[in-house]
C-alpha cells in the first residue's frame, strides 16, 4: 500500500487527505515511481483551492523524483531502476508511489540527485521556456523578476544573470532581499518601500526594461506595465496574489507597443522533444555550475497541509520540498 494525498472538495489547506491506495501494476506506455522527493509548487494551492478547476475527487501535485519500480508494455527507452523525474500531469505527486506515463518521464544525470530533481524541473523547465523561448534574453538588456527569492524566481534570476541580463528583483523582506542578491539581482526593490515601477526605473534607466517575468499577478500587474521600456515584453505567468484583471488593449499601446503573454509550462513541454530539450539544458546549467537547487525547507510528505500555509503565508524561500517516509 501506498500513502496518496486526495482532494474531495476545494478549501484551505485541511482538505488534503491521505489515503491508503495500491498504486498497482503499470499499464502499456506506463511505468510506476517510488519518489524519495516531491516539489511543492503554487500550482498546488491554484488546484487545492478552485482557482484552477479540477475534476474532483483528484489527486495533486505536478513534480517528483524517484525510482522505477516497474514498467509497462511498449516502454522501451526507460527500466526498473532508472533514476527519474517529471513535471507534469496527470496530478498525483503527492504520493509515496504513483504510476505516469512513461513520455512525461526524463531520466536523470548522475550529477542531479533526487532532491535537487525535485527542486528543479518544474520550476527549472519554467525558468528555462521563459528565458529562452518565451523572451530569449539577449546580454545587456535589464529584466524586472518578482519574487525573486522564491522557487522560479530565484532560478529565473541566477540564469538571466549568466546569460548577461542585469536583474532587478522584487522581495517581500529583508532577508529575502538578499537571497534575490545572491541569486545575482543587482538591485533588489521590497514591495513595501512603495511605488515599484518608479524604483524599477531608478535602478534600470528611464529608459525601463526590455521584459517583466511577473508570477506575482494582481499586487504587480499594473506596476509591471508601468515598469517597461517601449516595445517591452510583458510576461505573466502566475498568480500568486490573485489573478491578473481584465485590461484594455490600449493599455500595451500606452505605454509603447508592449507585448503581452501568458505562458504555461504545459504547452511549451507537450511535445516530449520540447521536454527533452528543457530538461537537458536544464541539467547541463546544473553541471555546468550555472544553477543549483535552492531548497529552502523540506517537509514529510502527509505534513503537505503545513508546506501550503507556509507557502501562501510568504513564509518560504526558494524551492519546498515534501518528503517521503
Ligand atoms: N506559467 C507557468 O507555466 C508556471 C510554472 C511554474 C510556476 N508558475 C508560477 O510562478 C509563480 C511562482 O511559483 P513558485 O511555486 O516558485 O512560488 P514562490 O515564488 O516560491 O512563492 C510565491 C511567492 O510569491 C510572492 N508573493 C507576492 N504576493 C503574494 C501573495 N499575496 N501571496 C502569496 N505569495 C505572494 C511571495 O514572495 P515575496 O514575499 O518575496 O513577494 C511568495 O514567496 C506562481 O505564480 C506560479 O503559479 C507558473
Redesign the pocket.
Known sequence: MTLTCEIRRNGGPDVLEWIDTEPGEPGPGEVRIRHHAVGL???DI?HRTGLYPLSLPSGIGLEAAGEITAIGDGVTDLAIGDRVAYASAPLGAYAEERLMPADRVVPLPDAVDARSAAALM??GL?AHFLLFRTFAIQPGQRVLV????????YLLCTWATHLGATVIG????RE?AAIAREAGCAEVIQ?RDGNIATQVRRAAGKRGVDVVYD???A?TFQDSLDSLAPLGMMVS??????PVPAFEPSELARRGSLFFTR????DYTRERQDLLDGASALFDAVEAGILSARIGQEFPLPEAARAHRA??A?K?TGASLLIPD
Open positions: 509548487n503554487y500550482i491554484y518544474l520550476k519554467t518578482h519574487a525573486a527569492a522564491g522557487g522560479v524566481g522584487t522581495a517581500g523582506s529575502k514591495y508570477g506575482v499577478g499586487a505567468f502566475g498568480n500568486a496574489s490573485g505562458p504555461s509550462l504545459l507557502l501562501e510568504r518560504t
